[in-house]
């Protein structure tokens, strides 16, 4: 795009004043004795697959990205803009989130307004998130004042970030007794906590009206997986990919342990079409690593290379059963 912007102004018939481009989006400003349409025409005509349209101030203003400009006689000042369509609707108080991620939610859009508006609109700007916040998405009055207050004071002035522990791990967000295992993990083993949102209407309802179990995705992401061969012998791996892709990989590559082991017994024949997705939907890779680990414990396949990330002999995996069952002994 930097080469297609360079050709396409030192050939344009007048020069913008500015010309500033995020992505595929271009803020420019012309002299008043410039058409903008002549600019546009002779933009569009640079390359075939390449378009553009043009949108020009209104009433002296012009949104662009979150940013409304308004073309004043001395100087472009700055506000927030959003666009007619937008809901204002944010995580609601009341839903299952750690209060950290709410807070920093109104944080966010304090910066934003402090940063982008001009400081004669700010207290303007910082009204709608105030009014958004405590009508639409329940938030207490006094969170949301004293959030705003202490950003827009202190924005510079953040205290520096306490040391990590040597250990951290992620568990699900399960309200009041997740901050009693955070802390009781902080003071007694000095492991840091830190928390993910369980399962939300939004991963489980589909806009069909059918669950998002993994039977309606016959092509999962993040899942643990077995490939089976003729022999009697299997393959247990994992992936943050979709699952066919990289079933298509296993089926090309000749270093992989599934082609060494075609290669030893060319007589053996790999059962492509019928791989079992043992585990899917987990995105997070230390996680997929330790069910890759557990399954090869308990399934014992014999293509594997080696047994996966280490697990603590204290780790009892249930071979016969047919579902995951771990314990500590």
């Known amino acids: 795009m930097t080469s297609f912007e360079e050709s396409a102004l030192s050939t344009s018939p007048f020069q913008p004043l500015c010309w500033y481009r995020k992505v595929d989006d271009t803020f420019t400003i012309l002299d008043l004795n410039h058409n903008p349409a002549e600019l546009l025409d002779h933009l569009i005509k640079q390359h075939a697959h390449i378009q553009f349209t043009m949108e020009v101030e209104a009433q002296h203003k012009l949104p662009f990205l979150d940013v409304s400009l308004e073309n004043s006689s001395e100087r472009i000042v700055p ?104 802390r009781l993990l902080r003071k007694t083993a000095c492991v840091d906590a830190t928390f993910y949102s369980d399962k939300t209407l939004k991963n489980i309802l589909r806009a069909n009206g059918r669950g998002g179990s993994d039977q309606t995705n016959p092509n999962p992401r993040g899942c643990i997986y077995k490939i089976n061969c003729d022999c009697g012998s299997s393959y ?38 019928n791989t079992e997705i043992l585990a899917s939907n987990i995105s997070d890779w230390r996680r997929r690593k330790l069910w890759e680990a557990i399954n090869i414990r308990r399934l014992e396949p014999q293509i594997n290379r080696d047994q996966g990330v280490y697990l603590p002999s204290a780790w009892c995996v249930n071979k016969d059963s047919q579902t995951l069952n771990i314990s500590a002994v």
């Not at 009341?94 to 859009?109: E, G």
């Not at 060494?260 to 007589?267: F, K, L, M, Q, R």
């Open 79 to 182: 506000t927030g803009y959003r666009k007619p369509i937008h809901t204002d609707q944010y995580i609601h108080y009341l839903s299952n989130h750690h209060p950290q991620i709410k807070q920093a939610i109104v944080t966010t859009l304090a910066r934003r307004a402090k940063a982008i508006c001009d400081p004669a609109y700010l207290l303007d700007e910082i009204d709608h998130p105030k009014r958004t916040f405590i009508t639409l998405n329940g938030y207490p009055k006094q969170l949301v004042n004293e959030t705003i207050a202490t950003t827009l004071q202190h924005q510079n002035d953040r205290l520096p970030k306490p040391e990590p522990t040597p250990i951290r791990v992620n568990i699900p967000y399960q309200g009041k007794i997740s901050h009693q295992i955070s």
């Open 236 to 273: 247990i791996g994992e992936t943050c990919r979709p699952f066919n892709i990289r079933l298509k990989e296993h089926k090309t590559s000749v270093k992989s342990a599934l082609s060494e082991h075609i290669v030893n017994y060319p007589n053996h024949s790999i059962d492509w079409k």
